[in-house]
């Protein structure tokens, strides 16, 4: 049987491993989201996860804007080009500092017939009061500038593809993202919108490598942003890189459990969702990565406790299901994220 923390559950699940239980404060509050049902005469099958009115255009609801796609060249992430889009909420006042929503795999977040339709559901979540008003920023991984005329220029054709750039901008542990993102393109949303400088009114997310790329984020830059979310995340040897002549090696992403357990408690408020179908291959498995990421973060926040630590400590929720390496459940379940994230208390 799943374990469910969101109020979904799935069929059960030939690959499903134990979910471990994350301790919460007692003044969390709940997280609901509706049961998935199959249509009548029908059987659900494995990560079958249709979106809920929460993700579609709803009477009544006052259109945001969604602007762009802006062209933007990195300095901090050299040689590259990437687009990025905003999405400004009906609802937003220049003399009110907006939150901040930024999501990784921009052209997939915002494809109006994706399975994620973040701009939608930040305009229902905006409206019915669930959420503060939040400018959202989608951005692409960078694509390699090429010599010779529109070299410089995000091809036209790739469509909902990756960019060349993206395993080594996502999959990476260090801060250049970080630095790319809080030194570079903020700054630049600033000359045209008001956004919060409050570390807490910061969300950030993605799904496969873009969510790992968020957690990077919020792990290396938790003065900028402390809300995480995580679908399908690649918590992976992907980023890894043997010893050389040249230098030493790059660690992957399975090293964060370790960096967890054994480092100082992020102030970080995290939502990981992974299904029991997800990848297993080279790699890692995926399932059982984000299943070590929890453990990890329920571990620390344990021990902790117990040695009487003062400071803060990771606040977090999960949603195991039974789908593959697919945006469906994570798409079903942002609304119902993004009210936990944004929720008051921890």
């Given amino acids: 049987m799943l374990f469910s923390v969101l109020g979904i559950t799935g069929g059960a699940a030939t690959q499903a491993a134990p979910a471990v239980p994350t301790p919460a404060p007692a003044s969390s509050p709940p997280v609901t989201a509706p049961a998935v049902t199959s249509s009548p005469g029908t059987e659900r099958k494995p990560g079958d996860y249709p979106l809920t009115a929460d993700s579609l255009p709803q009477p009544g609801v006052p259109k945001g804007r969604l602007e762009g796609p802006f062209s933007f060249k990195s300095r901090v992430i050299p040689n590259t080009v990437r687009r990025y889009w905003l999405f400004v909420p009906a609802q937003y006042k220049p003399d009110h500092a907006a939150s901040v929503l930024v999501f990784q795999d921009g052209q997939r977040a915002t494809n109006p017939e994706g399975s994620l339709r973040v701009p939608t559901v930040l305009e229902n979540a905006i409206h019915k009061g669930d959420i503060p008003v939040t400018i959202g920023i989608f951005i692409t991984p960078g694509n390699t500038i090429q010599p010779g ?151 620390r926040n344990a021990h902790a406790d117990e040695a009487g630590e003062t400071g803060p400590r990771y606040v977090v929720r999960h949603e195991w299901g039974d789908g593959a390496h697919s945006d469906a459940h994570g798409g079903m379940l942002l609304p119902a994220v993004l009210r936990w994230i944004w929720g008051g208390g921890s």
């Fill in 149 to 299: 005329p529109k070299g410089d220029q995000y091809p036209d054709d790739l469509g909902m593809k990756n960019p060349d750039h993206r395993a080594q901008e996502y999959d990476a542990l260090d801060d250049a993202y970080a630095r790319f993102l809080t030194l570079e393109l903020l700054p630049e949303v600033k000359k045209r919108y008001r956004l919060s400088d409050d570390p807490e009114q910061h969300a950030i997310g993605g799904t496969s490598s873009g969510a790992i790329c968020a957690f990077t984020v919020a792990w290396q830059r938790p003065d900028v942003f402390r809300k995480v979310i995580s679908m399908i995340g690649s918590y992976t040897s992907i980023g890894y890189e043997p010893a050389t002549e040249a230098g030493p090696m790059t660690p992957g992403g399975d090293l964060y459990p370790t960096l967890i357990r054994k480092g100082a408690i992020r102030p970080i408020k995290v939502f990981l969702q992974d299904g029991s179908h997800d990848l297993d291959n080279e790699h890692g498995n995926w399932f059982l990565a984000n299943q070590q990421m929890l453990a990890a973060l329920a571990w």
